[in-house]
Structures are given as C-alpha cells and as structure tokens.
C-alpha cells in the first residue's frame, strides 16, 4: 500500500508560482509512476502531469505546457509539481496519484492510489 500526502496548495495572484509537493509512504515509492490532476468545482476530475516510476517519462495536458513542471525525487518519496504563470483557470483542487505502469496515464481508472488533495487558488 501507498499513501499519499499533497502540500504546497495555497491563494495565489494570477502570474505567480506555487510548488506542490506529494509525500507517499512506502519502499516501493520508486516502482510507481507518478501523476497530477486536478478538480474545479462542478467539474470531473483531469490530469494534468505525469512522470514515470524511472523518472525519464514526461507527459503534460496541453493547457499547462511549457508552465507546470513535474519531478521526483525517489530518495525522498516525493514527487513535486512546479506550477508557473498561473492563470486563474488553474483554480482546483490538486491530486496526487500513484499507477504501477497506466496503459491509459491521463485516466483516473488507471491509479491505484490518491492522496487527499491541495487546493490552488488563483486569482485575477
């Protein structure tokens, strides 16, 4: 089992940066490829970032390239997500999840594990 504990959520002015960090427990951190979504309200859950369990995969939604970065750092257990320029879309609630190897990576149905969520605010 992994458990999963994001930080780093926090009210944001539009053009700023905010850090998310994902804490799991576990010593089999480093076998689980790692991902971000994110949830507005009245809206699904989406992904946003992801980063295979070897850390040399990177996948982003188009709406955050070139603005989000996602890492790990396996020795620590954590995986982290750079977000800059933010816009107030961004706005949501920040998930992060764990997969043993998603066919699918930008689907919910693919991981196993989530932590609770950081809520980003951004505003105008």
């Known amino acids: 089992q992994v458990q999963l504990v994001e930080s780093g959520g926090g009210l944001v002015q539009a053009g700023g940066s905010l850090r998310l960090s994902c804490a799991a427990s576990g010593r089999t951190f480093s076998s689980y490829a790692m991902a971000w979504f994110r949830q507005a309200p009245g809206k699904e859950r989406a992904f946003v970032a992801f980063i295979s369990w070897g850390g040399d995969s990177f996948y982003y939604v188009d709406s955050v390239k070139g603005r989000f970065t996602i890492s790990r750092a396996n020795a620590k257990n954590t995986v982290y997500l750079q977000m800059n320029s933010l816009k107030p879309e961004d706005t949501a609630n920040y998930y992060c999840?764990?997969?043993?190897?998603?066919?699918?990576?930008?689907?919910?149905?693919?991981?196993?594990?989530w932590g609770q969520g950081t809520q980003v605010t951004v505003s105008s």
């Open positions: 999840a764990a997969s043993r190897g998603p066919t699918y990576y930008y689907s919910n149905d693919e991981y196993d594990y």
